[in-house]
């Protein structure tokens, strides 16, 4: 699955860091589809790779709808013993964030956004993952205007870097719900920044999982 992914040179403590955030959100996606396959069903699991995309598929439907899994902030596994094993090495979310982490990510890095299918008799879940950059808007006006978006967000995201900064040399430590709250983002989404920063650090995982600056 992380064969063809590109690694940036980075360093940290001496020691190379191969791991960027599509490698973890391909981690989320794979726990994902097991966590909810009926093992009951039709066909089983089937992950298919494709030169500019990653299809996963799953037997059984999607027990919140699309739209919830999407959006996220509930959660229904149909296995909920398998979740606990992904958990406890610190792969998959609560609340439902891995799907919509997924998005994020993928929106970052400029690809199509993901698709989910859903199909019946027998019920089955596919997600799409294209490794494709989204159209180029033509008129120059858009390509300025996706310019000055862009610039935006990044300005945006180095905003909430330094918030957090701030907020951490006040409290020294914090949970991701609480920066979260501060920044007024989802929990996904507040990952995402985290795992941007090379300043802070992570201890624990999962529910305990707490930051603090690097010192």
Not at 67 to 75: F, H, L
Not at 85 to 98: C, K, Q, T
Not at 130 to 151: E, M, R
Request: aromatic share 6%; proline share 3%; glycine share 6%.
């Amino acid at each position: 699955m992380i064969k063809d992914i590109k690694v940036p040179f980075k360093m940290e403590g001496g020691f190379r860091i191969d791991d960027t955030p599509v490698h973890r959100a391909l981690r989320e996606a794979l726990a994902n589809c097991i966590i909810n396959t009926d093992f009951y069903g039709k066909f089983g699991v089937t992950i298919i790779k494709q030169e500019d995309r990653l299809i996963l598929e799953n037997p059984g439907y999607i027990r919140l709808g699309k739209e919830q899994m999407r959006k996220g902030g509930r959660s229904d596994p149909r296995n909920k013993s398998l979740m606990k094993m992904f958990n406890l090495i610190d792969i998959g979310e609560h609340a439902g964030s891995g799907v919509p982490n997924i998005f994020n990510v993928w929106e970052d890095e400029g690809w199509e956004e993901p698709v989910i299918e859903e199909s019946f008799e027998p019920d089955r879940t596919s997600l799409i993952l294209k490794f494709v950059k989204k159209q180029a808007i033509k008129t120059s006006d858009k390509k300025q205007a996706i310019k000055t978006s862009d610039k935006k967000k990044a300005n945006k995201t180095d905003k909430n870097m330094e918030k957090i900064r701030l907020h951490l040399q006040k409290h020294e430590m914090a949970k991701t719900k609480d920066v979260a709250e501060l920044l007024g983002l989802s929990l996904a989404r507040t990952r995402v920044i985290h795992c941007e920063m090379n300043d802070i650090e992570v201890l624990g995982s999962n529910r305990n999982r707490i930051y603090r600056l690097k010192k």
